[in-house]
C-alpha cells in the first residue's frame, strides 16, 4: 500500500444553507464509504479559504490566498491505495466535483 | 440504504431551517434590528463553517449546540471586529465597549431563557401593524422558520421575484423601526398579541388549505405555526386563552391532516374521512387546550373555531356529528368575525341539519358572497347541494366552475371525481 494525498481545490463557496447540508451529507457518505474499504489513512482538516503568505529572502507577509481564487485549497486527506491508478479512481467519487472542483492526488514521497 | 439518505435522516431534514430562527433572533438582539442583514450573514456564515468542519470530523452529538457556540464565537468576531465602525444593539451599548463586558454579555444573550425571549421578540416585531399580514406571514416564515425565500414563495405559490420583494420591503422596514419590540412592557405587550395570533392563525391555514400542491410542505406550515404557538404558551404574558384557543383549533385540525388523502392520494372531505387515521394524541392535546382556553371573559374567534374543530372530533362517524351546536357556533362566529366564508362553512353546516333546500338559501343570503367567486369550493358546495336536491345537470355546472379554479392536483382530482358522479352515465350503473 502506498499513501497519497488528496488535496481539495476550488468549489463553489457561495451557497445556500440547504445545498451545503445536501454537499456536507454527501461527504460525510463518501468519506465513510473510503473509511469502510481502509482508504483513510488520516481524514486530514478542511482549511480556512484565505490566510497570509509569507515569501522570499526578505519574508515578507502577505494576505492570500484569496478566497475568490478558484483553485484555493479548501482541505486534505492522506488517503492509503495500491497505487496512483487506484487513488484517483477512489477520488472519483468526490463530492467536490458536482461543485466546480478538483482533487489533485500527489502520491507521497517514498524512501 | 443509501449512505447519504441515513445520515440525512439523522440530521433532519432541514437542520437549517430549525436553528435558524433561534440564531438569528438572538444575533439580531445582540447587533440591533438595524443590524438584520449582518446577522443573517453571520448565520449563514457560521452555519456553512460548522458543516465544512463536519464533513471531516463527522457530526457532534449535539449539533443544535454546536452551531449556537460558533454562532456566538462569529458575534464576538463581529463585534471586536466592527465595534468602531457600527452601532450595535442600543440596549447593549456600554457592555460592547469593554472586553471586560462583551464576552460575558453576549454569553448571558445566548442562554436559553434568553434564546427563547429573542424568538418572541423577532415574532411580535414581524407583526408589525406597519407591514399588511401576508408580509408579516412571509416573514416569520423567513426569520424564524428558516425558510428560504424560495420556499415562502412555494409555500404561497407566488413567483420567486414577487415574494423576494415583499419580503425585502419587510425586512427594510423591520430594519427600520428603532428597535425590536420590547416583550416586557405589558400594556404593549397585550396589544399587539391579537396580530401575532393572526399571523399564526394565517400561517397554519395557509398549510391546511393553501394553494401548494405539495402536502409535506403544507403540513410544514402546519407545524411551523403550532411550534410558535408553543413557543407564545411558553411565556407568562403571552398564554392567554386566546393562545390556547388558538392552539387547540390548530391541534384538532391538524389530528385530521392524515385522513384527509386517502391510500391512493385523493382528498376526501371531512364527511367521508376515515375517522380511525385521525391522530388521537394531537386530538386529545387539543381538548386539553381547549380546556385551558376556557378562562376569564375573552370569547375569541379562535374559541368558536376550535369549539368547531372539536365537535367535529367529539362525532366517531359523520352521521353523528351535532349539527344544531355547529350552526349555533357559526353563528357566533358570524357575529365575531363576519366574513363570506365563515357564510359558507354556516351554510352547508345548515345543510347537514335541514337539508340541501336549506343551504342554497343560506348561501344565496351570504354578504359579499361575490368575494367568493374565486374559491373553488364555493362552487362545490352549490354543486353539492344542487346535487343532493337530485338535480345532476346543474350540480355538473358547480362542479365544473370549481374544477376549472382548483388551485392544485388534489383539488382537481376530487373534482373531477364529483364532476363524473353528475354524469348521467355513471349514476345509471
Not at chain 2, 367568493?372 to 362545490?380: E, K
Amino acid at each position: 500500500m502506498s499513501e497519497f494525498v488528496y488535496l481539495y481545490r476550488g468549489g463553489q463557496t457561495n451557497r445556500s444553507p440547504e445545498a451545503v447540508q445536501q454537499s456536507m451529507q454527501k461527504w460525510m457518505a463518501w468519506f465513510k464509504d473510503l473509511g469502510d474499504k481502509g482508504h483513510i489513512k488520516n481524514m486530514g482538516q478542511p482549511l480556512e479559504r484565505t490566510g497570509k503568505v509569507v515569501k522570499g529572502k526578505q519574508k515578507t507577509v502577505t494576505d492570500g490566498p484569496f478566497a475568490e481564487s478558484k483553485d484555493v485549497i479548501g482541505g486534505y486527506t492522506l488517503i492509503e491505495a495500491r497505487d496512483i491508478d487506484q487513488a484517483v479512481e477512489l477520488s472519483k467519487g468526490c463530492p467536490i466535483f458536482e461543485v466546480e472542483g478538483a482533487v489533485e492526488v500527489r502520491p507521497v514521497m517514498k524512501m | 440504504m443509501d449512505p447519504a439518505e441515513h445520515l440525512g435522516e439523522q440530521l433532519g431534514e432541514h437542520l437549517f431551517r430549525r436553528e435558524h430562527g433561534r440564531m438569528v433572533a438572538t444575533l439580531t438582539r445582540i447587533f440591533g434590528v438595524h443590524n438584520l442583514a449582518l446577522a443573517e450573514d453571520v448565520v449563514q456564515d457560521a452555519f456553512c463553517r460548522a458543516l465544512e468542519v463536519w464533513k471531516f470530523r463527522g457530526m457532534p452529538e449535539n449539533p443544535s449546540a454546536w452551531l449556537m457556540t460558533t454562532a456566538k464565537n462569529r458575534a464576538l468576531d463581529v463585534l471586536r471586529r466592527e465595534r468602531t465602525a457600527r452601532t450595535f444593539a442600543p440596549e447593549l451599548g456600554r457592555m460592547l465597549e469593554s472586553e471586560w463586558t462583551l464576552a460575558p454579555a453576549v454569553a448571558e444573550s445566548f442562554a436559553p431563557q434568553a434564546i427563547k425571549d429573542d424568538q418572541l421578540r423577532m415574532m411580535f416585531s414581524c407583526c408589525h401593524p406597519r407591514l399588511p399580514e401576508e408580509a408579516q406571514v412571509a416573514l416569520m416564515l423567513h426569520i424564524l422558520c428558516g425558510f428560504s425565500v424560495s420556499e415562502v414563495a412555494a409555500a404561497f405559490v407566488s413567483s420567486h421575484a414577487a415574494m423576494e420583494k415583499r419580503i425585502t420591503r419587510a425586512k427594510k422596514a423591520l430594519a427600520g423601526s428603532k428597535k425590536l419590540f420590547d416583550i416586557a412592557d405589558a400594556a404593549d405587550f397585550a396589544a399587539r398579541l391579537p396580530a401575532v395570533h393572526r399571523a399564526i392563525y394565517l400561517l397554519f391555514n395557509e398549510g391546511y388549505h393553501g394553494a401548494s400542491s405539495e402536502s409535506a410542505v403544507r403540513a410544514e406550515l402546519c407545524r411551523e405555526a403550532m411550534r410558535l404557538a408553543a413557543l407564545l404558551r411558553a411565556h407568562p404574558l403571552a398564554a392567554t386563552p386566546a393562545t390556547f384557543a388558538l392552539s387547540a383549533l390548530m391541534s384538532l385540525h391538524a389530528a385530521r391532516l392524515p385522513a384527509r388523502l386517502d391510500s391512493s392520494g385523493d382528498l376526501r372531505s371531512l364527511f367521508d374521512q376515515d375517522r380511525s387515521r385521525w391522530d388521537a394524541n394531537l386530538v386529545a392535546e387539543g381538548q386539553k387546550l381547549l380546556d385551558l382556553s376556557a378562562s376569564g371573559p375573552e370569547l375569541t374567534e379562535y374559541h368558536v373555531e376550535a369549539a368547531i374543530a372539536w365537535a367535529h372530533a367529539a362525532a366517531p362517524r359523520a352521521e353523528e356529528t351535532d349539527w344544531g351546536m355547529i350552526v349555533s357556533l357559526y353563528d357566533r362566529l358570524m357575529t365575531i368575525r363576519p366574513s363570506p366564508v365563515v357564510g359558507l362553512n354556516r351554510a352547508i353546516a345548515i345543510a347537514q341539519r335541514e337539508g340541501p333546500a336549506r343551504g342554497l338559501e343560506e348561501i344565496r343570503d351570504i354578504a359579499n358572497a361575490e368575494r367568493l367567486a374565486g374559491y373553488p369550493f364555493y362552487h362545490a358546495a352549490l354543486g353539492e347541494f344542487e346535487f343532493r336536491a337530485g338535480r345532476a345537470d346543474a350540480a355538473r355546472e358547480h362542479f365544473r366552475a370549481a374544477l376549472a379554479l382548483a388551485r392544485n392536483p388534489m383539488e382537481k382530482r376530487f373534482l373531477e371525481h364529483r364532476v363524473a358522479a353528475c354524469s348521467p352515465a355513471l349514476t345509471a350503473h
